[in-house]
Every structure is written in C-alpha cells, then in structure tokens.
C-alpha cells in the first residue's frame, strides 16, 4: 500500500559525519516490497514529516537502510532517531539506476549523493571506476567502506584538505577529465547537487561518451510518491514516478531550470 | 630518479600534437620518479620546469599565517603541475609537494620556450594544449566557488 505508512523500527543508526547519519529498518509486523538501487521511500517522521529518501544499501534481509543528512525539521527528527523508534515508510517510488548491458561502469558521486549510489558500489561490474567529492575529508560518507571497495578503481576528492588527507583536492570534473576511460564501452551514473552532474556530464559528453549512456538522479519536492499529487514537478517529468534517475538526453535542458 | 625520454605518444595530454613536435618536446623532456614528501618547488622560486604526471599525486599549496602550508589543489594522473613558467618574472606564485609516491615527465620550460619560438607551428599546438589544460583548473576552480555540497540549513 503506497499511501500508508508502514510501521518500521530503527534497528541501528550510524552516525556517518557531523550532519548525516545511516539506519537500518526493521518491519514491525507487514515488510515493504524489495527496493532497487536508485529508487526511494517516503520516511515519516511521526509528528513532524515526510520526506523521500533513497535506499543507500539493500542487503536483501529485508532490512531498509537510509542514509540522512539533518537539513531541516523532518531530516532532523530521522537523522536523530534512536534504536528503538518507529517510522512510517512508504515506498518503494521512482526509477532505478539502469544497469543492464553495463560494460564498464563509471560512477560519480558528490555529497550525499554518494548514498544512492552506495547500492551499485555492492555490486561493481568488471571495471568499475568511481569518483567521490565532499567538501572536506570529514564529509565524506562511509569512508571505512570506501577504503575497502574490491573490484574498484576508488579516487575521492575534496573542495577543502586537511594536513592528514593524502587523497585528492579539487572538484570531481578535474580526475573525470584525465582518468582512462573508453567512451564506446562507459556507463556513467552521477548523483550529487545538480550543477555538479550538469558539469560532469559535459565533461564526460567532450571525452565522447555519448549522452544516452549517462544517467543522472533528479530531486524535487516528491510527496505523494505516485505522480499524483504534482508537487515534483520539473518541465514534462514528475519526478517521483518519472525520477529520480532520468536519461542525460531528458535531463539536460532540464537542469538549466532556473525555477518551476 | 631520473630516466632519460623516449616519448610522449601515451599522454593524452599532446594527443594533438604530431610525432615530430611530440618528439621534440621529448627532447627537452625526462621522466622523474618522487618519494611521497618531495618538495618540488617553492614559492617565489626560479619556475623553470613543469610536470605531467603519469602516476601518483602532487599538492600545490600556499603559506597562511598561523595555519602553515595549506594545500589548494591536487594534481593527479594526466594533468600538468606548473604554469609560471609561461610568463616573466618565472616565479612560482606557489609551493607544490609530493603526496604520494609520483612518476612524472618533467619539462625544461626555458627549452621549451625556445622551440616554440622557432617553431611557430609547434609554438601554437603547445599554447592549445596549455590553453585547454588552465581552462579545465579554471573552471574546476569556479565551481568549488559555488560551494556545492554545503549544508543547506
């Protein structure tokens, strides 16, 4: 059922950086159906909110797991639930990352919008190569996990350094441009705020990779979930149903909307 | 450790450059591997070489007060470390170090300048290939201006 909340409890919560931490959900009685990477739930805080937000593991138990960052009322309140805590979930909404016929995959993600991605990195193809930026190394998400990727060809970057990061300063456009990567054969997936994916995705379209291998994954104010309510709404696409992951060749006019 | 060059074809950086000028840039050229910790050069220094590098990873960096060296960039696989070289007074207006251990082709910028002003042809591939390279720091640079991943609230 897509307009009720379905009673799950935070089984853990992982604290990931100053603004952002990982629960992992328990159904208390009826479960949801399976989520793809890519797709998201609708949390609901009880007393204060709904908000979407994307599945950032699925390990296949049942269990859902979501990764906030606190940015206003509601993400606070999820973002602050203890084990313990029961929320309303509904979902699972929009469109998956698009994964078959991937030959080499190409993923770039910025901010938190490395957790939508997160569920892809479980499961790389034969040469995966996946480029981070955060504005610090504190920002970064799951860096522990990071580390540790086999099968990954792992460069993280940061808008700001510190004298204990031996990774990358710069922006995510700079390693696109310069790492081998064959055109004819890359599917690029990239997710982060949208001038970010507007930049990559030029970079990527002037290394020749052509535009219909390149998705990227779209935010609106998503509420009901089901295309009905319109609050999602960018040009043609709602984006709860239609998104959030969008075709670069759809996407691209779309992404220099000033405001709908 | 120095090895002397044979060639610049598998850089994608001179992709536009023919053979000749590839090789003649190669004259003037040399292949340098660095520990990580490397000072390779310093502000306010004589800027009389420039680096691709091949592998590894360089940070350019600058002098605050109270904050010591603060790293401002990082320079990895296929980009070009050094541009003060292009214009008089050849000064470094910054520091850069070596992070982690790096192979690099290393340039003799005053023997490159001379073959570019003898050679206009090559003179003007050279300045495409620079062009195209700042333009990508550049813009790079304006976009961490924008401070995207910030916190909204």
Known sequence: MTWVPTPYRVATRTVETHDSATLALRPVAESLPAFRPGQFAMLYAHGVGEVPISVSAIPGDGTLVHTVRSVGAVSRALHDAAPGTVIGVRGPFGTAWRLDDVEDLLVVAGGIGLAPLRPVLAHPSKRTVFIAGARTPQDLLYTAELSHLSGVDTVLTVDHGDHDWNGRIGFVTEPLASIPLDPDRTTALLCGPEPMMRFCARTLLGRGVPAERIQVSLERNMQCGIGLCGHCQLGPLLLCRSGPVVGYPVAEPLLLTREL | ?153
Not at chain 2, 28 to 49: K, N, P
Not at chain 2, 123 to 145: C, D, F, K, P
């Open chain 2, 1 to 153: 450790m120095t090895t002397p060059m044979t060639g610049l074809d598998t850089l994608p950086l001179f992709t536009n450059l023919s053979h000749t000028q590839r090789a003649a840039v190669a004259g003037v050229s040399r292949i340098e591997t660095y520990e990580a910790g490397t000072r390779l050069f310093d502000e306010g220094g004589l800027a009389d070489q420039c680096w691709v590098v091949q592998t590894g990873c360089v940070t350019v960096d600058t002098v605050v007060p109270q904050r010591g060296r603060v790293a401002v960039q990082s320079i990895g696989p296929g980009e070009l470390l050094g541009w003060s070289w292009l214009v008089p007074p050849y000064r470094w207006h910054f520091g850069a170090t070596v992070v982690s251990p790096t192979r690099a082709v290393v340039v003799d910028t005053a023997a490159l300048r001379q073959l570019a002003g003898e050679d206009p042809a090559l003179g003007y591939q050279l300045s495409l290939v620079l062009l195209e390279a700042l333009l990508n720091r550049l813009q790079a640079t304006r976009i961490r201006l924008l401070d995207l991943y910030r916190n909204p609230s």
